[in-house]
């Protein structure tokens, strides 16, 4: 490769160095089992381990696919029989479904057969970014639960045990390093030696085991700011039969560098299956979770084949951006028996499948060259270029701050689109019947030198969240923690309890009894002030009636009422702007607690004596949603209006309500908003000189999102893929076209992994319930929706959604 384009290549994929990461990943394998691409050795040791009861692994993975099938992804087995160790992702053998994993070490004799075998209760289904898998053996410890130890991105995880007893014995031998039968090796990905058919798929970094040492897990990462990242190996000691695998030597790719010679030999793996998307620079590849089910995905999900004769084998980027100069290239490997096939782009919405769907189309948005020259924005043809074929390579440039896309064909530009619609935009590609085309995002080296300041796409090169984990002690945002906090206490009925840990000084608390029904929500804000609280439900605020007594720093001051301090408690806080401030920005003065980096305010006003009027809400741009709530009257509900509804001056919906979506005139309900003002109508004269409470919120790129989305029915757990930006922390849904549908809000506290199926109902007094047809996962880039309830994934059905970070896509592991 010519320097010019080292030069490029090294442009495109950023600066990778960046200063949150002190330790950097350089180097990743490409593992594909299932096509004959793995790695192994043909004996376990050069010698006898150094203690086969203590033992330490660590590996990054980026897992491409769920597999139907127990697949290995690292053991040693015998050339038949049962692997002696090993990881597996045990998919729907598993008890907790697919994308579980499950560790196992296999004696033959004599009972019990398995040392261990453990299935993860948490689910595996994020194919966006990157994994820390972290598994310790010490059998000589004297408590039963340290001898094995599973940690996830730093957690531990809970497993479940099967087929043996629950604890491994003490000081017994563990076989990751001793030679139990002559015939045997040691495997990265195929699941027997002579079956490669079960193998894994997935990209592999920084992989270490190490023979005879517990080391703790700060060995191998550390946290920083929430997020779970590499640390430089120093003073490893491997043992006899350890190794580190850094992929670092495209020629060698199962070197080993500990210095112990424990090298293995790659086979069917080519220098092109060395990638630099690693945990410290995660490259975007084609979404599994948002493909159409007429996509077959391979190579690493880089690689999309059109396996049936519909037009709606459309694929989506896992990284979207709304500013920037982007550049990425597809290279052409077959083309489809329709003239038009394959076609490459942008799209601004992610379509669930059905026929006659293509990229630029006018549902998706976006722009679309096909190979029959054809091009189209928007639905509508703008321009014809030179037709494509096979072995041909279409480079594609987004510049989305101006607005427009330039195509190449093997190096020579066809022409440039203007005039994009101002939106997100996702990379995306058609593939009909027969037609296949290869992604590269700039992972792998470029054929042709990128356009001037043109990135590739991965998250090194996104622009640095105001809200994030990459901060400085003099940052005004900080950490997404610091904006939104979800608490969970257990209550004890006593009066001026301290409730403390939300980790700021709360503006805005909402509170839910999770596990006894008829006690509702209550909330409480800092602009009404101390003692006053109000319910989702219809009544007047309240005051002194046992429930919340005062604001404190880091938290609330609350008495014995079952609602707050009774069982199990559920506590959400917002920061807002502290003490209100007079603002007269609207039709009439309002006080308002802002905060302009999180996009969230609290309005309190007096309403006028009728008609419509609007209140500033100092947010300084323009909302996303907004509800409100009459504080002085008993009866009325709180009515909310959100971006994605179709009238933007007339719907409105209700919190506290399982109501439809309406554009009838009912209260006092939102009815537009700008950068500076929300207005609001009233609908009955009794209303005039009311007392009114509002809370607002913008939409913040990385931190917070407000969109909607529309069902599929599907019943098989691959409903819609959701598309946030960041890692949630707290997500709320409501179907919006048809009455009789609850709202449902779950959490990252609640549910610390994946699927998350605890739901609470804001417009319901009912306790915590888990519905195993309501679930989603939480992924580092969004949600998913994976069941098949009507309240979340009816066929056709329009939903809406909030969402908030745990943190922004640019710095998440997979979860």
Request: include cysteine.
């Amino acid at each position: 490769m010519s320097n010019e384009l080292i030069t490029a290549l090294q442009s495109a994929a950023g600066n990778v160095s960046g200063d949150f990461y002190p330790y950097t990943i350089d180097n990743s394998v490409r593992i594909q089992g299932t096509s004959s691409k793995y790695l192994s050795r043909s004996t376990a040791l050069a010698s006898s381990p150094t203690d086969a009861q203590k033992l330490s692994f660590s590996c990054w993975m980026k897992v491409n696919k769920i597999h139907q099938a127990g697949l290995g992804i690292f053991f040693n087995t015998m050339s038949s029989g049962y692997p002696t160790f090993a990881i597996y992702d045990y998919s729907n053998y598993s008890p907790y479904g697919e994308g579980s994993w499950e560790f196992q070490d296999y004696r033959p004799t004599p009972t019990p057969r398995y040392l261990m075998r453990a299935d993860t209760i948490s689910q595996q289904r994020d194919f966006s970014a990157w994994y820390h898998l972290y598994v310790v053996v010490d059998t000589t410890l004297s408590t039963g639960s340290d001898r094995y130890k599973l940690y996830l991105n730093g957690v531990p995880i809970p497993y479940t045990t099967t087929d043996q007893p629950a604890e491994t014995p003490q000081n017994t031998d563990w076989h990751l390093f001793t030679t139990t039968n002559s015939a045997w090796g040691m495997y990265i990905s195929p699941a027997l030696a002579n079956n490669s058919t079960y193998g894994h798929d997935f990209y592999l970094a920084e992989a270490h085991a190490v023979d005879g040492t517990a080391y703790d897990i700060s060995k191998f990462g550390e946290f920083k700011n929430g997020v779970w990242i590499p640390v430089e190996p120093s003073g490893i000691s491997y043992g006899n039969g350890g190794f580190y695998l850094d992929f670092a030597d495209s020629s060698d790719l199962g070197k080993d560098v500990s210095g112990n010679g424990n090298h293995y030999t790659s086979t069917g793996l080519t220098s092109s299956d060395q990638l630099i998307d690693t945990p410290t620079n995660n490259f975007a590849t084609l979404n599994p979770l948002a493909s159409s089910a007429r996509t077959t995905l391979s190579d690493g999900n880089l690689v999309s084949f059109g396996n049936n004769s519909a037009e709606d084998s459309l694929d989506y980027s896992t990284i979207a951006v709304t500013s920037g100069k982007w550049y990425w290239e597809e290279k052409i490997n077959a083309i489809s028996s329709a003239a038009s096939y394959p076609c490459v782009g942008v799209a601004r919405i992610i379509q669930q499948p059905s026929n006659g769907k293509y990229t630029g189309d006018s549902t998706g948005g976006g722009v679309g060259y096909f190979r029959n020259g054809a091009v189209y924005k928007e639905g509508s043809s703008v321009a014809t270029y030179a037709t494509f074929t096979t072995n041909d390579v279409i480079g594609v440039a987004l510049d989305v701050d101006n607005l427009q896309i330039s195509f190449y064909k093997n190096g020579t530009l066809q022409g440039t689109v203007t005039g994009l619609t101002s939106s997100i935009y996702y990379m995306s590609n058609a593939n009909y019947y027969n037609s296949q085309t290869t992604t590269n995002f700039g992972q792998t080296p470029l054929t042709y030198t990128p356009p001037t300041d043109h990135l590739a796409l991965s998250t090194a090169n996104l622009p640095e969240p105001t809200i994030g984990p990459n901060i400085d002690d003099t940052a005004v945002a900080g950490l997404p923690e610091d904006q939104l906090n979800v608490l969970l206490y257990e209550g004890n009925s006593t009066n001026d309890r301290d409730i403390t840990g939300v980790g700021f000084d709360p503006d805005l608390g909402i509170f839910k009894n999770r596990d006894e029904n008829g006690y509702g929500w209550i909330i409480v804000d800092r602009n009404r002030g101390d003692g006053w609280s109000l319910g989702f439900d219809t009544g007047a605020q309240e005051s002194g009636t046992g429930k919340f007594d005062s604001f404190i720093t880091d938290g609330y001051r609350i008495d014995s009422h079952p609602g707050l301090n009774r069982s199990s408690i559920v506590n959400y806080s917002w920061k807002a702007g502290g003490t209100a401030s007079s603002n007269t920005d609207g039709d009439i003065t309002s006080n308002v607690s802002a905060n302009t980096d999180a996009g969230f305010s609290i309005v309190t006003f007096t309403a006028p004596a009728s008609g419509g009027f609007t209140v500033g809400h100092g947010l300084g741009a323009t909302p996303a949603m907004v509800t409100v709530k009459i504080t002085s009257s008993s009866g009325y509900s709180w009515y909310t209006w959100h971006q994605s509804f179709a009238s933007t001056t007339t719907s409105y919906i209700a919190l506290n309500s399982d109501m439809a979506a309406s554009t009838g005139t009912y209260t006092m309900w939102p009815s537009g908003v700008s950068s500076t003002t929300a207005s609001f109508n009233i609908g009955y004269s009794t209303l005039a000189n009311s007392n009114n409470v509002a809370y607002i919120w913008a939409e913040k790129e990385g931190f917070s999102s407000f969109g909607s989305y529309t069902g599929n029915g599907d019943t098989s757990g691959n409903g819609p893929f959701i598309y946030t930006g960041f890692r949630p922390a707290f997500i709320m849904t409501k179907r919006t076209d048809a009455s009789g549908y609850n709202w449902v809000l779950m959490d990252n506290a609640r549910d610390t992994y994946n699927p998350a199926e605890e739901w609470l109902y804001p417009n319901s007094s009912s306790a915590e319930v888990g519905n195993s047809s309501t679930r989603v996962d939480f992924l580092s880039n969004g949600f998913k929706c994976i069941g098949e309830s009507s309240t979340q994934n009816a066929s056709g059905a329009t939903y809406i959604y909030m969402a908030f970070a745990e943190n922004p896509f640019k710095y998440s592991n997979a979860r």
